[in-house]
């Protein structure tokens, strides 16, 4: 028959039927009055005559004052695993010394007897204070785990003491040792947990002490085995107990004679055990083994309150940083790439080899972790497993299969859930923990039946054995979970709170929104009722329809630039530029228009307002003000004053008499409040008997003076030379979707000079011709419908021709375009000519 070592687990050792040879015990009921039971050798031990025991009484057998002694410790002790303690009771009628232990269970007096030992000190307190006392000082759990071997073996003497860690799979490791010189070390070594099974674990947390004297020492039985009810006697408090023939082997294969092993209990689990070895026989007195009872509950007790305090350093460490955390995510709406920030910290958090972050779909990453094409499974993985709450693995390939192929990169996995659906995570990873145990035997091994039946035969060799573990990374603690849910908390509330700003900021955007259609309505019904009046302006006297209509087209076109520039979302741009984009439609050959100041530049913001309000001004000269007649004059000056504002003198002369408005509309409310209310500046409008004058102040952090503030710049004029046809005898490819754009374009660059120009409607087209021929340069028209000329435009690179792009847009990287020269939309025979002669470095 084979078996394992799991056979252990069936062994009754707490009912053994016999004792130690090192004591006697006599088993009375409950009063302490009749004897019920005794070890057979409990007449030689106590030197007395009669051998028969059972149905006696206890005060015929030791007399009237012992009996006595006996209750009274028996009613001190309270409990079984507190037996009533006589150390060094004399009796007197026997003219001999013994340590006697009394307790009761199952309705019995269990009384133990033990020979005194003359060594050692008179008092388990003072023994007690001797160990405590060295231990009082130390502040980690690190050293009070290795100072503890080294002072016990020095004040109890055994050959070898150890410190006993188990492990959560129930195996244990040596993680402290002090022991003789010539004695192998076990220091760093683990043993299976069937070493020490299940039942034996049991009996460690119910009797924290255990001694066995000689592990080849005859057992003496107790008679009679079977009480009235036919039950043994259970001695799980017992410290004579005698120990399992199994275990007897095991140390007689070790090479120990005798052993005690202290229970290190924390928080009422067994952390482990304190082991002592001796290779020889040995008993320890009562006053000893008290004094190390004593001591393994205050080293359970110390290491239990340094372990609480490493851990409330590392949640005040941990609470610190996620205090600053949440302050500084008080205005977060983008949680991705705020927690993406703070990966670094997050390994500070929680010691791991990488970290990575799920949230709204995106995956950020630092360290040993996964790449994005995993992430997604990854979460949704943890979205099966978590369930609101954090959790672990030290082999996430076991239960994901999938996380094999990345076994390089990481094998342990922490997963935090940031929100109460199955959606963002927060990812510790460790790398596998590649190492070898060193098992003190084989834990794998398996043993015939041998000399005790069903029993097991225990090994006969304690070579180390190694074992390689793959796949494995190193465990979570719990104060690491401790600090992971500290962590899960906290980033639960940025997450909230990235959801209230974003929820706020829909809402705003959607009132913003509103006022914004609102103002666009407005402003293309003045764009519609001013090209109406363009349009309707009668042609004047002797003027040709040819003039008329080259007239209509340039008016035309500069307000579409006017209202461009005043549409665009960031950047901003030069007054100048703004000024005289507004004030081109009504410029006159006689200059009725003049406009003067130092170059500055605005902000997106104040450019947007000062451009709304310029062009309300001028909308309204050329209704109703100076623009609307031929004699009328506007001149715009502005300069910089002491505190770097920038101030706007707007002042209208010869155009019809103007009166105050009998109601402000739209237009006058603009111009008066826009400035005030948006900038914080300065708009004043009065309307004299000459003419409209506006006084308008732009703080100074909405501007930026270009040039030195005496100079002064005017609308720059066309640069021709003499025969105005940059393209003369050269090939022009145009790219453009719209018939009449191109139609029209076609005209403005044969009159600037073009031999032929090849007008192609879409990518393809173009690309067939340029396999044929090379043109001499190319405009081409951005966007196409459904695509882009970028392919065009890398091929034109390629041939080394110079091109420029049409466009509509403010940013060409907005279509993901390289860096290009641009012509901007709708354009001119002008502002064509311009752009060309750039292109071909003659202008």
């Given at each position: ?312 350093l590392a949640a005040e460490r941990a609470r610190d940083f996620l205090n600053g955390l949440l302050a500084s995510a008080s205005h977060v709406t983008d949680a991705s790439g705020f927690l993406g920030e703070h990966l670094a910290e997050f390994r500070d958090l929680v010691e791991s080899d990488g970290v990575g972050v799920w949230v709204s779909g995106e995956w950020r990453a630092e360290g040993s972790a996964p790449p994005a094409e995993f992430a997604e499974e990854l979460a949704a993985f943890a979205g099966s497993v978590c369930e609101g709450r954090i959790w ?269 408005p009998s109601r402000q509309g739209f237009g006058s409310v603009l111009v008066e409040r826009s400035i005030p209310f948006d900038l914080g500046g300065r708009s004043e409008l009065t309307f004299g008997s000459e003419g409209v004058t506006a006084r308008l102040c732009i703080p100074a952090k909405f501007v930026r003076w270009t040039e030195h503030a005496g100079a002064t710049a005017d609308a720059p004029a066309p640069v021709r030379d003499k025969s105005g046809r940059p393209l003369e005898g050269l090939r022009v490819l145009l790219v453009e979707d719209q018939f ?104």
């Open positions: 028959m084979t078996v394992d070592l799991t056979n252990c687990d069936r062994e009754p050792i707490h009912i053994p039927g016999s004792v130690q040879p090192h004591g006697c015990m006599i088993v009375c009921d409950a009063e302490v009055v009749t004897i019920r039971r005794h070890s057979t050798n409990a007449s030689a031990f106590l030197g007395l005559k009669e051998f028969e025991l059972v149905g006696r009484k206890l005060e015929e057998v030791l007399g009237g004052p012992i009996v006595h002694e006996m209750r009274n410790a028996l009613a001190r002790s309270g409990a079984p695993a507190r037996a009533g303690l006589m150390p060094r009771y004399r009796f007197a009628a026997l003219d001999r010394e013994f340590d006697v232990s009394i307790h009761a269970f199952k309705g019995n007096a269990i009384i133990e007897f033990e020979a005194t030992v003359p060594a050692g000190p008179s008092s388990p307190l003072e023994f007690a204070r001797t160990l405590v006392g060295r231990l009082s000082d130390v502040t980690t759990p690190a050293q009070l785990i290795k100072n503890a071997a080294r002072l016990l073996r020095a004040v109890l003497q055994y050959d070898r003491v150890m410190i006993y860690q188990f492990a959560p799979d129930g195996s244990g490791k040596v993680v402290s040792e002090a022991k003789r010189p010539d004695l192998e070390s076990f220091l760093g070594q683990h043993f299976p947990a069937s070493d020490i099974p299940q039942q034996a674990r049991q009996l460690y947390l119910l009797n924290p002490i255990r001694v066995v004297s000689d592990s080849s020492g005859e057992r003496f039985p107790i008679t009679p085995v079977l009480d009235a009810a036919g039950e043994p006697l259970d001695l799980s408090y017992a410290h004579l107990r005698s120990v399992s023939p199994i275990h007897c082997e095991y140390l007689r294969n070790m090479g120990v004679s005798a052993s005690m092993s202290v229970s290190i209990i924390v928080d009422g689990a067994l952390w482990g055990l304190i082991a002592c070895h001796h290779y020889s026989p040995r008993s320890l007195s009562m006053n000893r083994r008290i004094a190390a009872e004593i001591f393994g509950e205050f080293f359970a007790l110390q290491l239990g309150a340094l372990t609480q305090k490493q851990m409330l672990a693995t030290t082999a996430l390939a076991e239960a994901l299969p999938a996380a094999r192929a990345y076994a390089d990169e990481f094998a342990g996995l922490l997963a935090i859930p940031l929100s109460q659906i199955p959606r963002d995570y927060l990812f510790f990873f460790r790398r596998e923990l590649v190492h070898t145990i060193e098992w003190g035997g084989d834990p794998n091994k398996t043993y015939t039946t041998g000399p005790h039946g069903d029993r097991l035969t225990p090994r006969q060799s304690f070579a180390v054995w190694k074992q390689t573990v793959a796949g494995h990374s190193k465990v979570w603690t719990p104060v690491e979970r401790e600090l992971a849910e500290s962590a899960r908390r906290t980033l639960i509330e940025v997450v909230l709170r990235q959801s209230e700003l974003l929820a706020d900021e829909r809402n705003k955007a959607e009132i913003r929104q509103k006022m914004l259609n609102q103002e666009l309505n407005h402003r293309v019904k003045n764009i519609l009722a001013l090209i109406k009046s363009v349009v309707a302006h009668p042609l004047a006297e002797g003027a040709t329809i040819e003039a008329y209509v080259t007239s209509l087209k340039g008016r035309i076109e500069a307000l579409a630039i006017a209202h461009d520039q005043a549409m665009r979302a960031s950047g901003g741009g030069l007054l100048l530029d703004l000024v005289n984009a507004e004030a081109l439609p009504y410029r006159t050959s006689g200059g009725a228009i003049t406009v003067r100041g130092p170059a500055v530049s605005l902000d997106a913001r104040a450019f947007a307002v000062v451009a709304l309000v310029i062009h309300e001004l001028v909308t309204n000269a050329a209704k109703y003000g100076a623009l609307s007649v031929k004699a009328g004059e506007l001149a715009i000056d502005w300069s910089a004053n002491a505190a770097g504002d920038c101030e706007i003198l707007w002042q209208e002369r010869g155009g019809p008499p103007v009166m105050p009449i754009i191109a139609l029209d374009c076609e005209d403005m660059l044969t009159t600037l000079g073009a031999r032929q120009v090849d007008v192609c409607a879409n990518v393809p087209e173009a690309l067939s011709l340029l396999s044929r021929t090379a043109p001499d340069l190319a405009i081409l028209d951005v966007n196409l419908g459904s695509e882009t000329s970028e392919p065009v435009s890398h091929r034109l690179r390629e041939l080394a021709v110079p091109f420029v792009f049409a466009t509509g847009y403010d940013d060409l990287a907005i279509l993901g375009l390289a860096e290009a020269a641009t012509l901007r939309k709708p354009y001119n025979l002008a502002s064509l000519e311009a752009a060309l002669r750039r292109l071909l470095g003659s202008g």
